[in-house]
């Protein structure tokens, strides 16, 4: 099962910031929190990830809460092109640990309206 | 970053038939891949994880002689459904899981279709 909860949907309105909670209380102190997101009739992409500290990337922004039990994926300024259903996800190592499999719960449908 | 393909993008057979689908990493070798299943309006469901030169590992539930995987080279992992039926009609999507890279890439997905 997915270690992770997130809420069904959010709207948004483009050009605005959209920001997108998930609560993982079970994450333990070597999880990376991996956040993915689907465009329709597509695979999943790669949003961004990070450990402890706020990550940004071109893409977007990641705040984790200091005690890591909950971390927000923000969209500075959405676009129609943002409108997927994004994934938080916790790896799980596969063999070795040196390959990590992700379990996908059922995210989040963003949905940004003109 | 690295590129997944999968081939087809789609496939529409008929119930009984067999059906392969094939998952290659275009610029990288990949010891390890996963196979996901993707029913309308659902999340995705990991299937079985596929190593090179070795036997796949199915999760629970999912029919080893029914999904076959082969992963005989570094860049090629191939899915072939054997006898689908209409409820084996899903999104499959391969996936990549070299740790080095700390985003992990998936394929398009290959939509089947079977009638």
């Known amino acids: 099962d997915a270690k992770t909860t997130q809420p069904n949907s959010m709207e948004s309105n483009e050009e605005e910031p959209v920001h997108l909670p998930c609560n993982h209380s079970?994450?333990?102190?070597?999880?990376?929190i991996h956040w993915y997101r689907q465009l329709p009739s597509q695979g999943p992409e790669y949003v961004i990830h990070?450990?402890?500290s706020n990550v940004n990337n071109r893409m977007a922004s990641l705040a984790i809460a200091e005690d890591r039990k909950s971390s927000t994926l923000i969209l500075h300024r959405a676009t129609l092109r943002d409108a997927a259903v994004y994934y938080c996800?916790?790896?799980?190592?596969?063999?070795?640990?040196?390959?990590?499999?992700?379990?996908f719960g059922k995210g989040t449908l963003l949905t940004v309206n003109p | 970053g690295a590129v997944v393909s999968q081939h087809p993008s789609w496939v529409i057979c008929k119930s009984g038939t067999s059906v392969k689908i094939e998952c290659r990493s275009l610029d990288f070798q990949a010891t390890t891949m996963f196979w996901y299943r993707q029913f309308p309006k659902q999340s995705l469901m990991l299937m079985a994880t596929?190593?090179?030169?070795?036997?796949?590992?199915?999760e629970q539930g999912v029919e080893k002689d029914k999904f076959l995987i082969n992963h005989a080279s570094l860049t090629l992992s191939t899915l072939t459904v054997t006898s689908a039926h209409p409820e084996d009609s899903s999104f499959y999507i391969c996936c990549t899981g070299l740790y080095s890279y700390n985003e992990q890439f998936f394929g398009p997905g290959t939509r089947l279709t079977v009638l």
């Open positions: 996800i916790l790896r799980d190592p596969v063999g070795g640990g040196s390959n990590y499999k992700l379990t």
């Open positions: 079970t994450i333990s102190g070597t999880d990376y």
């Open positions: 990070g450990l402890t």
């Open positions: 596929s190593n090179e030169g070795s036997k796949a590992t199915y």
